[in-house]
């Protein structure tokens, strides 16, 4: 199948008109993170079907679930290869966006990506959730808040909830299994600021998985004590 005219058609739904611009942007993301996986680990998935199913459109997803087109700033926690928000920012040009990850040879690759592709209004940042979310200009800054890292929900909270301001959400990207996650979670959720989860359950095309988009609202200020300085949300998650 046409790969790019496939995302342009399964992208529709979500109410995203995809241009040939922007699908030309896909299509040089898709080569640079193959280009650069042979020498560094970013992702495992680098089929070209695979990284358009299980990375651009789950990416993507987000839209279906939150009104992208009313929110002016995306945070990306531990961003990786840039999933979700550089595909977010091609398919909305208009977000300011912050790539953020722990690895310097990541965010490295990142900038290279970005200025490639002509992005404007996307920071990469080298650092941890944990310092940055005290920064002023950071802390309780953002419309959305977004990860799709593999720490469990308690523990992502912590990292993520700080950067977002009263009103606005946090997206936790879940696989499909959720149920024990979001139990556990409810502690840390009422002592961040977080309001009741809303779980969306959506399958990839192709068969290629379930996912479960969690999102949080902000319901009010993230006490002054969280986050906890690095390290600590991990070894000792709020339960």
Known sequence: MDISQWLREQAAPLGITLTDEQLDQFALYY???????RVMNLTAITERDDVYIKHFYDSLLLAAVVPIDQINSLIDVGTGAGFP??????AFPHLRVVLLDSLNKRVSFLSELVRELRLDKVETIHGRAEEWGR?????ESFDLATARAVARLNVLAEYCLPFVHVGGSFVAMKGPDVIEEQREAKTALQRLGGGEIA???????????????????????????????????AKQPIV
């Open 199 to 233: 779980n969306h359950i959506f399958t990839l095309p192709e068969g290629r998985g379930t996912r479960h988009l969690l999102v949080i609202p902000k319901r009010a200020s993230t006490p002054k004590a969280y986050p906890r300085k690095p390290g600590t949300p």
């Open 135 to 139: 920064r002023p200009g950071y802390r």
């Open 85 to 90: 928000g550089i595909p977010l920012k091609i």
């Open 31 to 37: 080569e640079r993170l193959v280009e650069k996986n």
